[in-house]
């Protein structure tokens, strides 16, 4: 098996120029090439991506340029034909998936041809990573551009492993629902092993919104789709942190670069803003703050003086002229209105500058404001911090940055309030030294830990183990061998069987109420409940009344209604609440929840049990009736928010119960009274059963009725298979009992 990573970004990282009659490429100097460099020369990676447009007229230089970088520096270039560049580019990634992710639906375009063009050059970005990829290959796609790429690849190269990293932001469901592709644009994510994201607020709306939009549950750090685990996971960015401390400890042209800064604006301090000229950023409105700022507080004029760097960006999409247009004029009201003949308020720079000069501004500023309206990470801040080093100066971050989750030392600005951020500046100015220090201590340690290197190793690292877990979870179930699971049985003294009802003794039917046990099935369970040495434990959803008519008569059965709620000990005629003294004041909030809905959707009921409410959607239209249960499960998620209560959604069903009343509750509970077993079977079919099967040990017999996915060790196909496993050990007898019989 191989083991290289193959990393896809949008971009190569490098330029083509052509320098006289031969074509030339330069390397760039981002923070992912550095993050990245180290772990792809230990794995001998390839860099997949578009090299940028290629010049009309004599390509013939250039492809062979590109072909030499893919032999000597292993980039490989993924060929973009002009006509869909721009619809992909500027058109479906930034001028439907950008503002979508960030947040800003009015601004989001929509439009089938951009759609069909992003659809084609993730293809071609997906075909160029499956003519290279071998076995094994980890492959590590970056970003909102590509987001299509991981089911491509999935569905063409199960072989590999693929990861997933946003940079930007992913927004709250309301928001990205919107997007006429959701659906597809969610599917392409979840081919991937592993999808990570900046911070947990990113993650979390990620998850609300698969449950939303798909109907699609999911834990904290995994969801499991079409039979495969889909890791999650928080994983934010850094920067590569010796690189920006050297430049300004080693680096005699930074040097004197600070020292120029520090002396033309000796006498007044400086107030740093850094950005792509892009409308997440938040410029205008930290012009605006900042106007506020020297309009309120007129002592601080010719003291304190702001230099905004801003790296044109997507200039051929309208949004980013009209912002260019803006924060020019603004900016040159500003110093129009408040400079004078000494004193600017404003410094513009509406251009990239090199990373000498940065690290030099950094570190010579007083104040750094990043004032993002919303942001994925934001380096920008961290870098300032790396560049500041023993200077402290005070970082104004917006609480709306990715950056803002890890950097809490930092004073948290609001950028829409103009006048909290003026205040917020004042503070920064006026700060003394020992609290900066502190403060650019702590930001600084952090920085250096959470660094760029560690931040893409972590990743690969992760990618590895959940693609592990994959293969695992997905791995073949077989059925039991009756004859070893006979034996086990026969072999046992003391044997436990939990067996749930509905879907596994009997078929699942349209009405709750025909799904009656045939006679057969009442006497194998009662044989088997009948045998010395033996527990049968009936474990079901169903209220205590239909347990109670069915097996009630049986001796030494344990009755667990209610998935759990409601429990009846061998020998007697009543039914306990697991947690005595829990209150169902709870149903009057909640039902009429479930009768409005029921009122929408002709066939559906609510069922009223003691601990619990369920909405049935069986006979519903089943198109309408998911959608109508994704809209019920989400309006419930929120309404008992922080409550005890949980939200299920079964096969057909959305109840409403304690969380504490589960499955896993009753095997507890029940191996929690008497000797441990030495033989323990739990049969179920659907995801309430699992909780039953994660709580039992690993020797134990557990068996999922039924396809899908499941952590029972064996399955069988359905009921009668079911069934025919338990009659095998109710015909079961050890010798012990032979004797006696
Ligand atoms: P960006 O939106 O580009 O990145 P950011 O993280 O602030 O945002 O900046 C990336 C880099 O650009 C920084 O290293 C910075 O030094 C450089 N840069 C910015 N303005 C510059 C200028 N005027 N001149 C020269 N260099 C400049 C996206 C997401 C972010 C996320 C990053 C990384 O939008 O939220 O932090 O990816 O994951």
């Not at 390397?27 to 009309?56: K, N």
């Not at 434990?537 to 998935?563: K, M, N, T």
């Amino acid at each position: 098996m191989s083991d290289r990573l193959l990393v896809v970004s949008n971009r190569l990282p490098l330029t083509t120029r052509r320098a006289g009659t031969e074509w030339r490429a330069d390397l760039s100097s981002g923070g992912l090439v550095a993050a990245l460099t180290p772990v792809m020369e230990r794995a001998r990676g390839l860099w997949i991506g578009w090299p940028g447009d290629a010049p009309s007229g004599d390509t013939e230089g250039r492809d062979a340029l590109l072909r030499s970088w893919e032999q000597e520096h292993r980039f490989v270039s993924v060929d973009l034909p002009a006509k869909i560049t721009r619809a992909f580019y500027e058109g479906y990634s930034n001028n439907t998936i950008w503002p979508l992710l960030h947040g800003f639906p009015t601004l989001v375009s929509f439009d089938r041809e951009t759609w069909h063009a992003y659809l084609d050059a993730n293809e071609r970005f997906a075909a160029a990573v499956i003519e290279r990829a071998k076995p094994g290959d980890l492959v590590w796609i970056h970003d909102y551009q590509l987001m299509l790429v991981p089911s491509l690849l999935r569905a063409a190269r199960p072989d590999i492993r693929i990861g997933f990293f946003l940079h930007v932001p992913f927004p709250p469901a309301e928001v990205f629902r919107i997007l006429p592709q959701r659906d597809e644009v969610l599917h392409g994510l979840l081919g991937a092993d592993l999808i990570g994201f900046q911070t947990h607020e990113h993650l979390g709306a990620f998850r609300r919104t698969l449950l939303q939009v798909l109907g699609t549950e999911s834990r904290m750090d995994r969801v499991e789709v079409d039979g495969r685990i889909v890791a999650l996971e928080a994983h934010p960015i850094g920067i590569v942190t010796d690189e920006w401390e050297q430049l300004v400890t080693t680096d005699k042209g930074v040097a004197r670069r600070i020292a120029d800064l520090r002396d033309r604006h000796a006498g007044r301090q400086l107030v740093l803003a850094v950005d792509r000229l892009d409308y997440t950023k938040g410029i205008p409105e930290r012009l605006r703050a900042f106007r506020h700022f020297l309009l309120t507080r007129p002592e601080w004029r010719g003291r304190v003086t702001m230099i905004q760097v801003a790296v044109p960006s997507r200039e051929r999409i309208p949004r980013y002229v009209e912002l260019r247009r803006e924060v020019s004029e603004l900016v040159g009201e500003l110093n129009g209105e408040l400079g004078t003949a000494t004193w600017n308020p404003v410094i513009y720079l509406r251009r990239s500058v090199s990373r000498s000069e940065l690290a030099a501004l950094y570190a010579a500023a007083d104040v750094a404001w990043v004032a993002s309206l919303r942001d994925g990470m934001n380096l920008v801040a961290k870098e300032f911090v790396a560049c500041q080093r023993d200077r402290a100066g005070v970082l104004l971050l917006s609480e709306f940055a990715g950056a803002a989750g890890e950097m809490g030392e930092a004073l948290r600005i609001n950028p829409y309030d103009e006048q909290g951020s003026a205040d917020a500046l004042e503070r920064a100015l006026k700060m003394p030294e020992d609290e900066r220090r502190e403060r650019q201590d702590a930001l600084l340690a952090r920085v250096r830990r959470s660094n760029a290197i560690s931040w893409a190793e972590g990743f690969v690292a992760q990618l590895r183990t959940a693609a592990d877990d994959r293969d695992l979870a997905s791995g073949p179930v077989g059925e039991p061998k009756l004859v070893a699971l006979r034996r086990a049985y026969r072999s046992a003294k003391r044997r436990v069987c939990y067996l749930d009802y509905d879907g596994t003794l009997v078929p699942l039917a349209s009405r709750p109420a025909d799904a009656v046990p045939s006679q057969a099935v009442g006497e194998i369970v009662g044989s088997l409940a009948r045998k010395r040495g033996t527990t049968v434990v009936i474990v079901s959803g169903r209220p205590a009344v239909d347990l109670e008519r069915w097996f009630g008569h049986l001796p030494s059965v344990w009755l667990a209604a209610e998935h759990g709620a409601l429990l009846r000990e061998p020998g007697s005629t009543d039914f306990q609440s697991l947690r005595p003294g829990a209150g169902t004041e709870w149903k009057d909030h909640v039902r009429p929840v479930l009768e409005h809905f029921a009122a929408r959707a002709p066939g559906s009921t609510v069922e009223e049990k003691d601990y619990a409410l369920a909405w049935h959607y069986r006979l519903v239209e089943p198109e309408f009736g998911t959608w109508l249960s994704n809209e019920l499960g989400v309006t419930l998620d929120q309404q008992l928010a922080g409550t005890e209560l949980a939200v299920l959604r079964g096969s057909k069903v959305i109840e409403i119960r304690y969380a504490w009343a589960n499955k896993g509750e009753v095997v507890s509970h029940v191996r929690s009274i008497g000797a441990t077993p030495d033989f323990e079977l739990a049969i179920g079919d659907d995801r309430t059963d699992e909780d039953m099967f994660d709580r039992l040990p690993p020797e134990a017999w557990t068996v999922h009725v039924g396809g899908g996915q499941t952590r029972a060790r064996y399955a069988v196909p359905g009921p009668p298979a079911a069934i025919a496993l338990i009659a095998a050990l109710a015909g079961a007898s050890s010798a012990a009992e032979r004797a006696a019989d």
